[in-house]
């Protein structure tokens, strides 16, 4: 198994609250990804990494932001969490290979 | 617009008895297809990767193969433990970010 972990595994919070989830992998792999997967919409990019300090946004970036300091975490954060942003969060590490290893996820819930 | 479509969207079969599963997709130029399992309450489990038409993989059960417009996901003589929502993904040439189906939920009754 690729080394992802992803934590919390499990948040409840409330409407207004910041939120901030991390990603920590021992891969030393370049690219890492945040997705959110709901009913009905399947896996989407919020966000991604090409490098240290190096993020771009996915398909559905509004109200999150990211930040990658080292290679081995990627942080994505709701400023100001909704209702909407319940959802299961999803972090992603590739190489130069191009596929895709998921982490365990976290699930969110916002009250 | 780059999109994936998979179907069915469910699929209840007997133990041992064949199928397939589709991923059709238009793309601006393909990079690389994926295939995806995953179990509920996990994170996709990573099957096979598919660059050119007529490429084959093959795992334990599993066959994938790729032609110019869509991938199939060949199961067989399934067994329960084969029961789990198997997902397509593809890159476009010159991207970075991969682009999901919504997947197929596949159930295996014994």
């Known amino acids: 198994d690729a080394g992802i972990t992803q934590s919390p595994r499990h948040k409840v919070t409330e409407t207004g609250t910041p939120v901030t989830l991390r990603c920590h992998q021992t891969?030393?792999?370049?690219?890492m990804y945040w997705y959110r997967q709901d009913p009905g919409h399947g896996l989407r990019l919020i966000h991604y990494?090409?490098?240290?300090?190096?993020?771009d946004k996915g398909e559905v970036s509004d109200g999150y932001s990211v930040s990658r300091s080292k290679t081995e975490d990627f942080l994505l954060t709701l400023e100001s969490a909704t209702s909407s942003q319940t959802s299961v969060y999803f972090c992603?590490?590739?190489?130069?290979?191009?596929?895709?290893?998921f982490g365990p996820g976290t699930r969110l819930l916002v009250l | 617009e780059d999109q994936v479509t998979q179907s069915p969207e469910a699929l209840r079969l007997q133990e041992g008895e064949s199928s397939s599963l589709n991923c059709s997709y238009t793309v601006s130029g393909l990079r690389g297809l994926f295939w995806y399992r995953q179990d509920p309450g996990k994170g996709p489990e990573f099957l096979f990767t598919?660059?050119?038409a007529g490429e084959e993989k093959e795992k334990e059960r599993l066959k994938a193969t790729l032609t110019k417009k869509e991938s199939f996901l060949h199961i067989t003589a399934p067994k329960p433990e084969d029961s789990a929502t198997y997902l397509c993904a593809v890159q476009v040439r010159g991207d970075d970010k991969i682009i999901f189906g919504k997947g197929t939920r596949l159930h295996i009754l014994p």
């Open positions: 598919l660059y050119s």
């Open positions: 891969e030393n792999h370049r690219y």
């Open positions: 990494s090409y490098g240290v300090k190096d993020t």
């Open positions: 992603a590490i590739s190489g130069e290979e191009e596929t895709q290893y």
